[in-house]
């Protein structure tokens, strides 16, 4: 099993940034696929962005293009999410997600691995 550690969550103002960390226990994330995602009370995990093993494929859902970016460190196996121009509608929780094969939507349904989700809080 695949245990992923989300990190970088917590209390930002309307239109400051966040910086989430992926990391998966003494293992390398560099042979997986990587999905965030965001809950809030009451609704179901959403995709925010997730991107193939090569990196060469990364889907933004539209509320995020061009304010958030997944990237990832192949050399330290790590996985990043920066979210600039943070809104209040961006809060929730944020989960990292991982998977050997490449999913082909962004969808909870494709990843086998989760983390345990870190909070994100936009409030001035």
């Known amino acids: 099993q695949l245990a992923l550690v989300e990190s970088g969550g917590g209390l930002v103002q309307p239109g400051g940034s966040l910086r989430l960390s992926c990391a998966a226990s003494?293992?390398?994330?560099?042979?997986?696929?990587i999905g965030w995602f965001r809950q809030v009370p009451g609704k179901a995990r959403e995709g925010v962005a997730c991107?193939?093993?090569?990196?060469?494929?990364?889907a933004y859902a539209s509320p995020v293009k061009g304010r958030f970016t997944l990237a990832r460190d192949y050399a330290k196996g790590t996985v990043w999410l920066q979210m600039n121009n943070l809104k209040p509608e961006d809060a929730g929780t944020y989960y990292c997600?991982?998977?050997?094969?490449?999913?082909?939507?962004?969808?909870?349904?494709?990843?086998?691995?989760w983390g345990q989700g870190t909070q994100v809080t936009v409030s001035s």
């Open positions: 991107t193939s093993v090569s990196g060469g494929t990364t």
């Open positions: 997600a991982a998977d050997l094969g490449d999913p082909y939507v962004c969808s909870e349904d494709g990843y086998a691995h």
């Open positions: 003494g293992r390398s994330l560099r042979d997986y696929a």
